[in-house]
Every structure is written in C-alpha cells, then in structure tokens.
C-alpha cells in the first residue's frame, strides 16, 4: 500500500470507507480496541431553517445559478453581508458577549463561507 493511501484509512479498522468501518464494528467489539482509541474534542453545529416565500426563493435560486452557488450558500453571504454593513454604521454596540467586533465580524464572514 502506499503512503497516501494509508493515512486515509481508518486507524483501527483499516477500513476505507464509510461502509468498512461500518462493517467492521458490526463483527467486533470497541473494548477489544480501547486502548487504542484516544479522546477527540469537535464541534456540532447544527443548521437553522428559515422559511422563505416560494417566489422569493425561486428569485433567488435564479440568482444562484447565475453565480454558480447553492441558493443556500448565497443567502449566508447576503445576510453576512448585511450584518457586517449593519455592524460597521451602528454607533451602538451589540451586545458584547466578550468578544470585539473585528472577531464577530471574523465570525459571520466564517459562517457566511461555510454555508
């Protein structure tokens, strides 16, 4: 096997894909491989739905064929947008939950890419 391919596979299982792992711990138990296992820190971000009008939204799916985005993808980009314009003419602070603006501004920019 050559290098690339094994730093893709699973590191106890030596599975390649989503379905041999699967397979792999239908037949085997994780405390035969405990200690081997070690602990992982992640995030879960969880996506909130917004309704939009039927012709509203195939305004802006247009649009985001036009671009070449989804119409998901367009609609964090406008609305990021439209904070950061909002944030940078407001006088007023948000609330400030400790954080400066530059890193909230960096925060919706990363929400925005990420959608």
């Known amino acids: 096997m050559s290098e690339d391919i094994e730093t893709r596979l699973s590191s106890i299982s030596k599975a390649d894909s989503c379905e041999a792992i699967g397979e792999f711990w239908d037949t085997h138990s994780l405390a035969d ?14 996506p909130r739905c917004v309704r ?25 980009l406008w609305i990021a947008e439209r904070l950061l314009e ?28 990420k959608g």
């Open 33 to 46: 491989y405990w200690n081997q296992t070690y602990e992982v820190e992640f995030e879960v971000r969880i």
């Open 86 to 113: 909002k944030a940078a003419s407001s006088p007023a602070p948000v609330e400030d939950k400790g954080i400066s603006t530059a890193q909230r501004e960096l925060q919706l920019a990363e929400v925005a890419t």
């Open 52 to 76: 939009i009008e039927a012709n509203l939204f195939a305004r802006i799916a247009d649009e985001a064929r036009r671009r070449g985005v989804s119409a998901e993808t367009l609609v964090n």
